[in-house]
């Protein structure tokens, strides 16, 4: 998520010392871009993704990314999302609820439901 944020920020890295897994999972997400962000725009209700901040976009795109291209357990990579929300974003305690609410909706428009 870190690395998303610095990137849509047009913050600079140095390749070398991003895990190179990540460096390859972020690489992969931005190929995906137009789908990850059409899915969450989708599960939001009344809002859209360019209406958030940067932090949340990027967590956001991250967990999709992860349900949708990683396979990785719904459960799993939501709770997550959420987690990283608490420490970066949840400043009013609002929204963990609200990323939680778009992260259960993608979830289901990933499954098709």
Request: no cysteine; charged share 30%.
């Amino acid at each position: 998520m870190k690395l998303l944020y610095l990137l849509e920020m047009g913050g600079e890295y140095d390749e070398e010392t991003i895990d190179p897994t990540v460096f390859n999972a972020v690489s992969d997400l931005i190929t995906h871009t137009d789908e990850i962000e059409k899915i969450i725009n989708d599960a939001m209700t009344g809002w859209s993704l360019k209406h958030i901040n940067k932090v949340d976009q990027a967590i956001l795109k991250f967990a999709v990314y992860e349900m949708k291209y990683q396979k990785i357990p719904y459960q799993i990579a939501i709770n997550e999302a959420l987690e990283v929300t608490k420490e970066y974003s949840d400043l009013d305690g609002k929204q963990v609820a609200f990323n939680n609410k778009v992260l259960d909706k993608a979830k289901d428009l990933i499954l098709g439901k």
